[in-house]
């Protein structure tokens, strides 16, 4: 006889009681639904599907965007002396594989990305297993990198059927009614899905914001917060380069134990520097978007933006990294005229020049060679690996390719037409980007309510009845029912929050939101 919810929740994780809505969630998967679920950061949704997937007979798949977001949550379960869960990615070697799948009959979860998923000799291999389900972990990246340099993302619904159509779970902690509705039809989701929204309010994140006039006095403003207030804080930039140079300045500045973090490390240095900020052996880590999903350290006293990130659901990701505790921490933004040009700049080279979709068509010696070997030779025509990726994509959407993914010989005016739809799709979706960095610098310079403006953005409401835990904006209102008069104080947005949320000078508890 199977267990109950509440006793696997005991057993395997040693909690009591679910988290508002988690028990609803489970119970749909469990009875074989489609499930769409947006909640708030920190909300606990890997529960969600590693508790049906051990009550459950067969393997469930669960496709992850990071390598160390898979390989932490093997580790976790693991630690709850649960090894019937292994991760595999390219940074293993064929060996190393083999291993981790030698007694794959006896997984319960097997985590993969969606790349992984997408390789024929993967789905050999799966489809002589029983499945129980599928879930897609960070969902929103299906809508967010789909459309780009993740492609294979956008292909999830076709894989499943591969697969006989096994129910599917989709997570996020950020998704607007459109990205919700780009989730639903990419992973072709049941007309009867059930969707579970609940609010994505972090009541105990204060949002703040300020514009400088240039990149020195950003600089100088970044370095007084850090001095200030207390540790651990994240700090977002939009550039590799730009994290280890602020890291090394910090260091020194400050005397601070300080890391930069980016994509561009080796595996093993990025592992280091998450093991260590973990360990509470880092005050700092200045990093890209690379760092964070799926980090889950509760003490995050505040996440920093340098740069503005480039739309509303990164931002919304990054920010909910702070206060996992339950404990008073602050999202703050600095703007200097001019920053939208970074993330505006990066953009534009997400996207190849249509022409190289003619240069790849016309070319004889690609007529009939896969997928692959098409992106392979995109970089040798001078396209970067996200561009090569996402011009590929776009001729096997045309209909480039034949079922066997060898692509088509087609004649010049087919070539022509897919050459201007390529072009047309292009402008369209830099539109659609350049509008999503517009957002966020409107809410940077927003003069109202912050919290109101970003809830906003997803269709929601905040429940915060209390102003003065608010907002920078807010910070200087009375709360509602009185004069409403401006208490200025001549202090800072800065100096605002260190009254409110640094702690007493006469406790010695570490704790509030500052420390020298």
């Known amino acids: 006889m199977r267990m109950s919810l509440e006793e696997g929740l005991h057993r395997f994780f040693g909690f009591e009681n679910f988290r508002p809505g988690q028990k609803a969630i489970i119970e749909d998967v469990m009875h074989g639904r489609d499930c769409l679920a947006v909640l ?110 993740r492609p294979d993302y956008q292909m999830l619904g076709h894989v499943l059927e591969v697969f006989g159509r096994p129910p599917v779970l989709a997570l996020t902690a950020t998704a607007t009614p459109a990205v919700r509705e780009d989730i639903y039809t990419a992973l072709r989701m049941k007309e009867n899905a059930r969707i579970h929204l609940f609010s994505l309010d972090r009541t105990n994140i204060r949002l703040f914001g300020e514009s400088v006039m240039d990149e020195k006095e950003k600089q100088t403003r970044l370095f007084t917060i850090l001095h200030h207030f207390q540790r651990p804080v994240l700090v977002y930039v939009m550039s590799r380069s730009r994290a280890e140079a602020l890291a090394e300045r910090a260091a020194e500045a400050l005397n601070l ?190 003069t109202g309510c912050r919290r109101q403006k970003l809830l906003a953005h997803f269709n929601e409401e905040t429940v915060l009845q209390d102003a003065s835990i608010c907002c920078d904006h807010c910070l200087a209102v009375w709360p509602p029912g009185s004069e409403k008069v401006r208490d200025r104080e001549d202090l800072s947005w800065q100096g605002r929050l260190q009254k409110l949320l640094l702690p007493d000078k006469r406790s010695n508890e570490k704790g509030g939101f500052g420390h020298e």
């Open 257 to 446: 134990r300080t890391a930069y973090y980016h994509g561009g490390m080796d595996a093993a240095d990025r592992q280091n520097i998450q093991a260590q900020f973990l360990a509470d052996e880092l005050d700092v880590v200045i990093c890209t978007s690379a760092f964070g999903m799926g980090i889950n350290k509760p003490d995050v006293a505040a996440v920093i933006h340098y740069h503005m990130p480039s739309n509303i659901e990164s931002y919304m990701q990054e920010i909910g990294r702070a206060g996992r505790s339950g404990k008073d921490s602050a999202a703050v933004v600095l703007y200097a005229p001019g920053d939208e040009n970074l993330p505006h700049d990066m953009m534009l080279g997400e996207f190849p020049p249509p022409a190289a979709a003619r240069m790849l068509l016309e070319d004889t010696s690609l007529h009939g060679a896969l997928l692959t070997e098409v992106e392979k030779q995109a970089q040798g025509i001078g396209l970067s690996e996200v561009q090569a990726r996402y011009v590929v994509y776009q001729l096997f959407k045309a209909g480039c390719f034949h079922s066997t993914n060898e692509m088509k010989q087609l004649s010049r005016p087919a070539v022509e037409n897919v050459v201007r739809e390529l072009s047309d799709r292009i402008m369209k979706r830099r539109k659609e980007k350049e509008a999503q960095i517009e957002e966020v610098k409107a809410y940077i310079l927003f």
């Open 40 to 149: 708030p950061t920190g909300g606990g949704k890997s529960l969600l599907y590693q508790l049906p997937a051990l009550l459950s007979d067969g393997l469930a798949i669960i496709v992850s965007p990071l390598i160390a977001l898979m390989e932490d949550q093997v580790q976790e379960l693991r630690a709850f002396r649960m090894k019937q869960a292994v991760c595999l990615h390219s940074g293993l070697s064929q060996q190393e594989r083999k291993v981790r799948l030698h007694a794959i009959e006896s997984l319960k979860l097997l985590y993969l990305s969606p790349e992984m998923l997408s390789q024929p000799w993967m789905q050999r291999l799966l489809k002589h297993q029983k499945l129980s389900f599928v879930a897609v972990d960070e969902a929103h990246c299906i809508s967010q990198w789909g459309h780009e340099f």
